[in-house]
């Protein structure tokens, strides 16, 4: 098997990010998924970002275990096509605005009438319905609204954003979840296919903890705290004496405890404050010294072996080139070589997970526009007459 969802066909005609990597996710899993573009402007992923040589190192990732497809559906020909793929397929991932498919004659309601059994994911911005439904919705609004960016930087800098796609690689690990669930309720259930309204800014909201609840409950808001957290301390990133970083957290007090003893001031676990997370972060300032004092003295790996030593957690800062080499990395393969028609052997992450029965792999990087356009019709049974005039017409590519 090349993963457990090995037999299902996914359909991907998302595109971006959130949409896109819901469905690699699936691919990486042993879904057939088979990803629709346009003929002529392809996905912009494809020129998302770094390239080398005019491939796209973003799409190499992005698109890998699909198969390539260019098929336009806002023109009925193109619409008919994908009806006969709907009949094949177990998921559907789109993230057009609301009303898109419908006005293509490709609704709900059409699709489920080919197919009962479908599995409708539709990714947008702000979901299917409210005031907002029709904006455009991209990650870096969620991440600004959701309150993520109200709670990131310096107490006395801006509001912060992630320098990559958060809100929507959180959306599509939601979503990569959310269609295991409805397919798991169709199949193992005897239930029906259904819909999956997903919106980028909800699973952020959700990932962001009980704010919402402490608002409602004591009116309280969460503030900019830096590296520090307002719910324990000490926790924060330090420079080590060779100029580089680590960074320490002690949410349990047992951590906190043997932070302070490693540091030499074992005087404060006594005090009064100290037993609870919250105690010790209204006394930061006290223990971020101690421990900024104590790694200042030392390389990083002095700090790092010193913490382990005495069962304290800390982990270096790395950027992506160290992480690549850190033996924990490398023993679990955390970032793999796969061989790549146009680049040869490149590396990317590996599968999410590692499961025992049936594991995942990656079996294809992210393949030319209209790789396999002629492939997949030939499986829907169109001849090469019928397909002709579609490509002369730029309905496929």
């Not at 455009?136 to 993520?148: I, K, V, W």
């Not at 830096?226 to 324990?232: E, I, K, T, V």
């Amino acid at each position: 098997m090349t993963g457990p969802l090995e037999g299902i066909r996914v359909l991907d005609v998302s595109t971006v990010l959130a949409g896109p990597l819901t469905a690699q996710l699936l691919g990486d899993y042993g879904a057939d998924v088979i990803k629709i573009e346009h003929p002529q402007r392809g996905d912009t992923m494809r020129g998302h970002g770094a390239s080398k040589d005019g491939h796209g190192l973003w799409w190499k990732m992005l698109a890998r275990n699909k198969r390539c497809l260019a098929l336009y559906l806002g023109d009925p020909a193109g619409a008919e096509v994908f009806k006969k793929l709907v009949a094949t397929a177990d998921v559907v991932v789109e993230n057009f605005r609301p009303g898109t498919l419908e006005k293509w004659g490709l609704g709900p309601d059409v699709l489920h009438a080919i197919n009962p059994g479908l599995v409708l994911v539709r990714i947008t911005g702000w979901g299917q319905k409210g005031p907002y439904a029709h904006r455009p919705g991209f990650g870096t609004l969620a991440e600004a609204m959701s309150g993520f960016a109200a709670i990131t930087g310096e107490p006395d800098g801006p509001p912060t954003l992630p320098p990559f796609g958060l809100a929507d690689s959180i959306c599509a690990l939601g979503a990569c979840s959310a269609t295991v669930m409805a397919l798991f309720h169709r199949d193992a259930r005897g239930g029906t296919g259904q819909v999956i309204d997903m919106s980028i800014i909800e699973p952020i909201i959700t990932v962001l903890g009980a704010q919402p609840t402490i608002w409602d409950q004591l009116r309280r808001l969460q503030p900019r705290t830096g590296n520090r957290s307002d719910a324990n301390a000490p926790r924060n990133t330090y420079r080590t004496k060779d100029d580089k970083w680590v960074a320490m957290s002690s949410a349990s007090t047992s951590i906190a405890e043997r932070v302070m003893r490693l540091v030499g001031h074992p005087e404060v676990i006594d005090e009064p404050w100290f037993s609870t997370g919250m105690g010790r972060a209204q006394h930061d300032d006290l223990l971020d010294g101690y421990v900024a004092a104590f790694v200042a003295e030392r390389t990083r790996d002095e700090v790092i072996d010193a913490f382990s030593a005495a069962d304290a957690a800390i982990a270096p800062v790395y950027a992506v080139d160290e992480l690549m080499e850190d033996p924990q990395i490398v023993a679990l393969d955390t970032i793999t070589t796969v061989e790549d028609p146009d680049l040869g052997p490149i590396k990317m992450q590996n599968v999410i997970a590692r499961m025992s029965a049936t594991p995942g792999s990656i079996r294809s990087t992210g393949r030319a526009l209209g790789a396999d356009t002629d492939a997949i019709l030939s499986e829907l049974g169109l001849t090469d007459a019928e397909i002709a005039p579609l490509r002369e017409r730029g309905i496929v590519g």
